[in-house]
């Protein structure tokens, strides 16, 4: 059984920070690439970062590009987004995800994905 647990959402102010976990239980996380989506109401779902198993390369959506990091801790089998200079725009739920094979930015590709977490960015 492939799940994740999510944590580490909240309110924080503009331009202040804050560091997503997703801990992975059933599978080894480091043979799996590992993405972080969002969902703000009414918008489409965005593909925010991946971090790859194939080469260990890191992509990230034009939108979070120099503030938000993906990252892993393979020896607690946990997945991280730790995001900087936070925006209002970035205002969303987070959800974890990860897949065998490349990253890809289509949530359609990621098999195990997390429930979720609010990140509510306001002053």
């Known amino acids: 059984q492939l799940q994740f647990v999510e944590s580490g959402g909240g309110l924080v102010q503009p331009g202040g920070s804050l560091r997503l976990s997703c801990a992975a239980s059933g599978f080894t996380l480091e043979d799996y690439s590992a993405a972080w989506f969002r969902q703000a109401p009414g918008q489409e779902q965005e593909g925010v970062s991946c971090s790859s198993a194939i080469d260990g390369t890191t992509r990230y959506a034009r939108s979070v590009e120099g503030r938000f990091t993906i990252s892993r801790d393979n020896a607690k089998n946990t997945m991280y987004l730790q995001m900087n200079s936070l925006k209002p725009e970035d205002t969303a739920v987070y959800y974890c995800?990860?897949?065998?094979?490349?990253?890809?930015?289509?949530?359609?590709?990621?098999?195990?994905w997390g429930r979720g977490t609010q990140v509510t960015v306001s002053s």
């Open positions: 995800a990860a897949r065998r094979g490349p990253c890809s930015s289509i949530a359609a590709n990621f098999a195990s």
